[in-house]
Structures are given as C-alpha cells and as structure tokens.
C-alpha cells in the first residue's frame, strides 16, 4: 500500500504527457472532455491522495512540520482544484450593443489603434452596470469584476458592434486553491532555512566529503549550441541611406523616451534591434537605420529587414524568408493584413514604423525641461555599446566547458598534469572573479542611468539572479580551497540566467506591450522557474558524472555527488513548485484561470511529479541505491527538456515561444 500513491502519481504523470498529444491531434476540448476533466482522471488524483494521507500518518510527518505543511499544502491545491471543478462557472457570453447579461448592458466595442495604423493596440468593451447606472470598461487584461463574476475580454465582432467576453465565478475554488499556494510558499522557506532537518544533515554530510574527496575540479558542463539563423535577404533594390558621419553626430542628441530623457542612439538601438533581432543591419549603425527611415521611408518600407517567426503568418503574407518588409502588410487597398488576429509582437512592430513616419516616435525635450548632465548621457552610451550580458553568458558558460573537459581527462588518465591542472584553476577563478566584478559595474551603470534600484522587469531580475549565484561562488571559493567544483557550478546558474536575459534584450520592449506582460507575476514566476532549470541541469550533469567515473574512484567522489544532489533537489523541485503556481496565481488575475492545461504547464507539472518522486527513499528504498538514484534523476531530467524545449517545438500552445 506504501507505493500506491506513487504509482498513482506515475499513472497521472503518463496520462498527462499523452494528453498533451492527443490535443495536439485533436483539439483543446477533446483532450479537456475525455482525459483533464474526465471522472477516471479525477478519480487518479483521489487515489494519489488517500494513498498518501495513511503514509503521512505512518511517518508522523507532523512531527516535522515543514514537511507536513508541505504535504498539507498540495492536498489543499487538489481540494481547491476539486472545488472549482464542481462549483466553479465559467463559459463565453456573445453581446451585441444594447445587449444585456446578468447585470452588464453592451453600450459600445471600440478598437484603440497605434497612432496612424490600422494596427490594433488594445480592445475595449463600454458597459454599463444596469443595477447602479455605472459606466464600466472591460478590455484586454483588464478585467471586470463584480458581485464575485469577472468578465475578461476575449474577442469581438468584425464589424465592431459585438462583443465576447468570458465569464468567470469560482470564489470557493479560487480561495482554496490560494490557502494551498500561501501554505506551499511558507513551507518551502521554512524548509529551505530552518536548521533541522535532512537538509541540514546534508549540508554538514557534504562538507564532511569535500573536506575528504579529490572531486574538487568543475563537473559542470552546458550544452549550448550556437548557431545562426540567416536567411538570404532580397538584395535587389538598395534604400538610400544617410552618412554615418552625419547619423554619429545624433548619437549624443537627448530626446525623450519610454517617459524620461535619453540620448537618441537609446532609441536607434531598440528600434533596430526590435525589428531585425541586432543593433546593426547590413553595416549600417542603429543611428544610421533609424534616420534613414524618417528620411526615405518610401526606399526603406520595400526592404525585408522585419523578423517572423510564425509560419502562419509568413504563409498569410506570402513570404518565404525570415524577414518581411513593411509593405509585406498591407494588401494593395492599404488595408493592415493582421488586422483582428493575435499578433502582439508584429502589430508592435508595424505601429513602431508607423509613430516614426507619424513623427510621434522622435520626441524633443519639452519646453523648459533641463537636459541630463553629458557625463550620465555618454554613460549609456557605454551601456548600450558594449554587450555585458552577451559577454559574461559566454564567459560564464566557456570556462564550465573548460572545467568539465579537465575533468573527464583527469578521469579518464587517472591524474590530470599538474601544470594543466593549475592553469584551469587559474581560469575557473579569473572567470568567477572577472564575471562577478563585469556583472556589478554593469548593474551598478544601469541604477545609475536609471536612478532607480534595477529590479523592476525581467531581464533586471535575471542579471540580479546571476549575481547572486556568482557572489554566492566567490564566498565559497574564499572559504574552501581547490573549490573549483563550487565555483563551476556557481557559473553554471549565472550563464542560463544571464542566457534568458540575452534573449530578452534581443526583443527590447520599447512600445506599449501588453498589460499582462508587465505583471511582476510573471517576472517572478519566469525567474524562479528558470533558477530552477539551471539546478536541474546542474544536477543532471553530476548524476552523469557519477556514472560515468563509478568504480573508477576511491568512492568518496561518488558520495560527494549524491549528496550534492540530494541537496540541491530540495531548492530546485521547490523553485519549480513555487514558479508554477506563481504562474497559476498570474493567469488568474488575468485571465479568470490559474490552470487551463497548457501543454507547457502540463509539462511542468509533470516534472515537479518526477523530482518529488525522488524525495521518497524511505517509501522507495530503490532510491537510496546511489546509481538508480542517479539513473532516475537522469530521466526526470528528460521531463525538463521536454518542458522547455519539446513543447515550443512538437506541441505549441500559448507558451510556445518557437512558433512566434
């Protein structure tokens, strides 16, 4: 009875990984109908429960209350989840103006365009509240609530007198399920810091071991495959172009904008790079793009310089390259070939070349504002001209692939030479060391652009979870001796951060995005999930070690790994679990549903029931088997990549970054 639970969770885990097919055959209601919301899968998740309950009452896991709370906390999301399965409304109401539904009257549906486009910029739903006479809006990601229903807006008819709206009214549920993730966050913290516990026992085991164990080299490694993705542009008409002695003396000039004072080659910088995915195109400066746009638009808008990525939109503009040209989007009446669709991220960049035609995009200092001092403008000049992030995720993930390399030699040879072996730990060490100081004069030049403290969007957040991996590894490196295995894996979790926050600066978000995408919910999920990523890579990469140097050592290398392992599991499966309901908590102020079983957070979930198998030795005593512990942590790991890479390329979905 003891393993019924956990063959329960295996069978939940195997259904939902082929439901994230079967959708993908089919569509989102079949798999809805017959698999997510069918009797047998709920009946699943019930055996998973009253297995468990019994087996928390054998190990008194009240005794251990961290613990116990955490138990108590997932039983709490499934009883939330129960009750909004039963209890919970939600379904699509149709209204057309004069219209009315419960206590909301349809008044008029407007689109709000970028200036000058036919690219829509938000929908809006004018409403009424009939039982008090009040004016009300409902429009995208920003919803209606009222007497406990939310109404979201969801689509519109074209000729723009009708409206959809979805409809939501779970208060029991949703209050369930909150309970649930507040007892998860304070679980977990209590958790990770209190001081008893095994993870404490794990902490004094592997210092024990380090102490004792010649694994001292990086055992860390990341597989990052650099490739590029060019297409031949048509080269047969060529736009004319301003000098760039001419566009560099723009460089310095101070305009305002995103709401503060910046030298224009801020401006150039993100224009470009938000239409080609690069600062430059074809040789050309930012400044020199960017002037020549206003300067002969007629010439520029025939030039294939804006990048797609979803195939459905090449296929409607008829296009077959990764780069479209302005024109590509309008048919020959004008008229904006997008129009209606969710297209947030192209209809941002067809708007961004229309403010500039408009004139609206280039914003002179108002009368009487005092320009910023010259010292702070050519400060971000500096900023902008040298790519910190770019360098140090090279850096960072470079002197891993060294590290790991030395190691496998030092194996494979049973010794590695002593003179090559100081030259690695020499460059272990300038990495870390240089890295961390790049890192700080980096952050510490953005707050001083700024003037504010540099936490409020993602890729901030990212480069501040980056350095606190790399101070983390320069502590560790200061107290121990030959830490050089501390040390890669410090640079290991700062490389992917600091990957993510490359990606993100290569789509600068220099127009109005989406409200929902500015939510401090989904910076703090997308971060500690991805903390998360890197510790299981972290920790796949030692189980691979492990087995690949087992009855090859004295032993103690091998207890050294699993006891890392067991160790990091704690904060990496608890990142995953807080950054997926984090995520849930973000859906549903936005959207009315903190779980719609996306393939991506299908996915997820699956992984979090992978790694929290792993905790369990005492119920699965094939797990405190080092090598099937290792095994298994091998193929959990499958489960991540699954998530983060299978889904954006196999099965799509809302999170699916592959397909646009």
């Avoid at 087996?55 to 116990?68: A, C, F, H, T």
């Avoid at 009708?162 to 958790?191: E, K």
């Avoid at 101070?471 to 107290?479: H, K, L, R, S």
Wanted: charged share 15%.
């Amino acid at each position: 009875m003891r393993k019924l639970p956990f063959i329960a969770l295996a069978v939940v885990a195997v259904a939902i990984a082929v439901a994230t097919f079967v959708e993908d055959a089919t569509s989102t209601e079949f798999a809805s109908e017959n698999i997510y919301g069918s009797p047998w899968f709920a009946c699943l998740w019930g055996i998973v429960v009253l297995g468990a309950i019994p087996l928390i009452v054998k190990r008194r896991l009240w005794k251990r209350v961290s613990v116990g709370l955490l138990h108590l906390s997932f039983i709490t999301i499934l009883a939330g989840a129960l009750t909004t399965h039963i209890f919970g409304e939600k379904y699509m109401v149709h209204l057309r103006e004069g219209e009315q539904h419960l206590a909301l009257r349809l008044d008029s549906f407007s689109i709000r365009y970028y200036p000058g486009s036919d690219a829509p910029q938000d929908f809006v739903s004018h409403c009424t509240l009939v039982d008090r006479n009040e004016a009300v809006t409902v429009s995208m990601n920003k919803p209606l609530e009222d007497n406990g229903y939310r109404f979201y807006q969801t689509s519109y008819d074209y000729d723009l007198h009708g409206t959809v709206l979805t409809v939501n009214h779970d208060p029991w549920g949703v209050c369930v399920t909150y309970i649930g993730y507040l007892l998860l966050a304070f679980s977990s913290v209590w958790l990770l810091l209190g001081r008893g516990g095994e993870i404490g026992m794990l902490m004094r085991r592997l210092k024990e071991r380090l102490r004792s164990s010649a694994l001292m080299a990086a055992v860390v490694v990341c597989g990052a495959a650099s490739f590029s993705m060019s297409a031949e542009a048509k080269e047969n008409f060529t736009p004319r172009c301003m000098e760039k002695a001419q566009a560099d003396s723009l460089k310095n000039k101070q305009i305002m904008y995103n709401n503060r004072i910046c030298p224009l080659n801020t401006l150039a910088r993100d224009f470009t790079k938000k239409l080609t995915g690069k600062p430059s195109f074809r040789g050309l400066s930012a400044e020199q793009v960017l002037m020549s746009w206003m300067l002969y638009p007629e010439d520029w808008q025939k030039v294939d310089m804006i990048k797609i990525k979803d195939e459905g939109v090449k296929r409607q503009l008829g296009i077959k390259t990764k780069l479209a040209a302005f024109e590509d989007f309008f048919d020959k009446d004008g008229n904006y070939i997008l129009l209606g669709q969710n297209h947030a991220d192209i209809d941002e960049k067809v708007g961004l070349i229309l403010w500039l035609n408009e004139g609206t995009l280039i914003q002179a200092l108002p009368d009487g504002t005092a320009p910023l001092p010259v010292e702070k403008i050519q400060a971000e000049i500096i900023y902008n001209e040298v790519p910190a992030t770019t360098v140090l995720f090279c850096a960072c993930l470079t002197a891993a692939i060294i590290a790991i390399a030395a190691f496998v030699v030092k194996m494979a040879k049973g010794r590695l030479n002593a003179k090559a072996e100081r030259v690695v730990d020499i460059l272990t060490t300038v990495a870390l060391y240089g890295c961390t100081l790049l890192l700080v004069a980096s952050i510490g030049l953005r707050w001083y652009i700024s003037g504010t403290v540099p936490l409020t969007n993602g890729l901030e957040t990212m480069q501040f979870i980056a350095l606190i991996a790399l101070t983390g590894g320069c502590i560790t490196a200061a107290a121990l001796k030959n830490a050089n295995y501390i040390k890669g894996g410090a640079m290991l979790i700062a490389g992917f951060t600091l990957l993510v926050a490359h990606l993100s600066e290569m789509n600068p978000q220099i127009t109005p995005l989406m409200p929902v995408l500015h939510s401090p919910w989904l910076s703090s999920h997308v971060s500690i999930i991805m903390i998360s990523y890197a510790l299981f890579a972290f920790m796949a990469i030692n189980s691979a070690t492990f087995l690949c140097i087992r009855k090859k050592s004295n032993g103690s290398d091998e207890h050294v790994l699993t006891t890392l392992n067991r160790l990091l599991l704690y904060p990496a499966t608890l990142c995953l679990s807080i950054g997926i309901f984090l995520g849930a908590v973000w859906a549903n102020q936005s959207w009315g549903t903190y779980w719609s079983w996306d393939p991506k957070e299908a996915w997820a979930l699956i992984s979090m029931l992978a790694y929290g198998i792993a905790f369990h030795r005492n119920s699965l005593p094939w797990l405190r088997k080092e090598g099937y512990f290792h095994i298994y942590l091998l193929l959990a790991f499958l489960t991540i990549l699954m998530t983060y890479f299978g889904v954006n390329y196999l099965l799509g979905g809302m999170h699916s970054y592959a397909n646009g």
